[in-house]
Every structure is written in C-alpha cells, then in structure tokens.
C-alpha cells in the first residue's frame, strides 16, 4: 500500500494499532549547501512508542525530524539523500503527496504557533483542507474529539469561537496538538515542544504524549535529558551530525554504551 492509500484508509479505519517499526531511515544525508548536516544517518522508529532524539545544539536533530516529513523541502539550499521509509514505502518516492504525508506525519514546533482564528477554526483547519468532514455535524464531532484528546476540551469547551491565540502558552500548545489530531495522523514528529512552556503545562504534555502513544507514533526531540528520560521508551543521541548511539532509553541513561554519550548525558559536554 502506498503512502497515499494508507493515508486514506487511516481516514477511514483510524491509526494502525499493530507494533513494529513504522519508519525505517537508512544512509540519511543531508546538506544545507556546502554544510553536510546530517551524516549517514539509520534510525527505526517503533509504532506507538515515543522516540527522544537528543544531543548538543547543532548536532542534526531538528533537520533529521524534518526529513521525516519533508518539511527541508521548502528550503531552497537543502538535499537529501538515502532512503526513508514509511511502511515500506519511500516518502521521497514520485508518487507521494507531500500534502498528504504531513497530513499523516504531523507536526508540532518549539513555539505555540495557532493561526489568528477561533479555537474551533484552528481545529477544523486541516480537515477542512483535506476534505474530511462531510457535514457540519461531522466536522464539530472532529473539533470536539481532536480537543478532547489533546486534553484542552474542558478549558475551551464554553469558548469554542474566541481566538486561539488568547489561549495560555501550554493551552495553545495542546491546541496545536489538537490540530495535528484533527488530520488522523499517524506519527506526530515534536520539535522541542515544551521549551516555550512553564513546568505545569509542560507536564500537562507530557502527560499527553504518554496517553497519545497507544495510539500514534511519537517523535520528540528534546534539550531536556530528564524529559527523554521520562516520557520516552527509545532514546536516539545525535552528535555533529551523526547518531552515535539509539536504544532502549533507561539503559542509554544508566549504562550507554559509547563514551561520547556518557560525556553529555553527564553534562561534560553539551
Ligand atoms: N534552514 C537551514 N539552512 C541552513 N542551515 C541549516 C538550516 N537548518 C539547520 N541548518 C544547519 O544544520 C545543522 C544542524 O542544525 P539542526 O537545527 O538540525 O540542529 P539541532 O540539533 O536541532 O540544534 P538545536 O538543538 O540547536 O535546535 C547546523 O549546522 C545548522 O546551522
């Protein structure tokens, strides 16, 4: 099945729930330019578990989660090479839809990004887009489902039509999750998305992505080691550009195995 038809059957059936590796990276190399950024990079990811990528500023880990989706696309100076599978299929492959990959591989940034619109708008947005809803019933069953798994129904329900940028910072995030929701991805690729957030929102998505993890696949890179320690099963260390080491995340923490990890888990370099 290709990327495009799997999209429309999660339409119709909702996320996969098997186990197994759901995107498989091999050889990736990226360059901005003459900077080779990524090097050689081979990653799995596992279904329905959370994926920290870690590692000091600079050290690829934004550009590979963007590779995941495509969104080094738009920039212009950018190439990649190697191969990314999504269920077996190549998301650089002619057929694929860019639009529908991210509808299927989502997105949520460092900063709180809503649109200027109401809290409802913001949700309905991209199933509006994609042609999802059939009816207005249809559509307001989306918004108000999207909302509840992103854990923000109960904050919002009384003002559904004010503008999401009046929300709080943590608010507006989980509203971002909610929108990413709203499109039935499968994958959720997070760049750094409690950096902007104070301790208590932070574990209110923290809390979120432990719960979203039985249904989709989560990718989060993160400054914060105690953060991948908490909320992720595999961990993946990045440095200049290549992955020094990836498993299970406790046993990374406790007894990595190359000393490159050791020295930035332990704050020796970083
Ligand atoms: N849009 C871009 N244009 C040119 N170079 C870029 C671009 N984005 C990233 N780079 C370069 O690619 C390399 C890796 O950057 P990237 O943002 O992926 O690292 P990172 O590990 O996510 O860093 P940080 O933790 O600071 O966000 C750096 O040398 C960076 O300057």
């Known amino acids: ?11 119709e059936n909702g996320p996969d729930t098997g186990n197994g590796v759901i995107i498989s990276t091999r050889d990736v190399n990226v360059y901005y330019g003459d900077n080779h950024a990524l090097q050689g990079v081979s990653l799995d990811i596992n279904k329905h578990q959370v994926t920290s990528l870690i590692g000091p500023s600079g050290c690829g880990k934004s550009t ?59 949700v309905a947005y991209g199933p509006r ?22 854990g923000l129904i109960k904050e919002v329900q009384d003002r559904l039509h004010s503008s ?18 709203a499109v039935r991805p499968d994958i959720i690729l997070m760049d750094e998305p409690c950096s902007a ?8 998505v923290e809390e979120l992505i432990d719960e979203l ?13 105690q953060q991948a320690a908490r909320i992720s099963q595999r961990t993946a260390f990045f440095h200049l550009g290549e992955i020094v080491e990836t498993g299970d995340t406790e046993k990374l923490f406790t007894s990595p195995s190359d000393k490159r990890t050791q020295g930035y888990i332990t704050g020796r370099f970083g």
Not at 164 to 181: E, N, P
Not at 197 to 204: G, Q, Y
């Open 1 to 11: 099945m290709n990327v495009l038809t799997q999209a429309e059957a999660n339409v």
């Open 64 to 122: 590979y989660l963007r590779c995941l989706n495509r969104m080094n696309d738009t920039v212009d100076s950018c190439r990649v090479t190697g191969e990314i599978l999504l269920d077996g299929v190549d998301i650089y492959g002619p057929s694929v839809d860019e639009v529908l990959l991210r509808a299927r591989v989502g997105m949520v940034f460092q900063k709180p990004n809503p649109f200027p619109k109401s809290i409802y708008d913001n």
């Open 129 to 150: 887009i994609h042609g999802l809803a059939d009816n207005k019933d249809d559509l307001d069953e989306m918004v108000l489902t999207s909302l509840e798994k992103a």
């Open 164 to 181: 999401g940028t009046g929300l709080s910072g943590g608010q507006q995030q989980r509203l971002c999750i909610a929108r990413a929701l």
């Open 197 to 204: 957030l104070d301790p208590i929102a932070t574990a209110k």
């Open 213 to 225: 993890k039985e249904n989709y696949t989560i990718i989060i890179v993160t400054h914060s080691m």
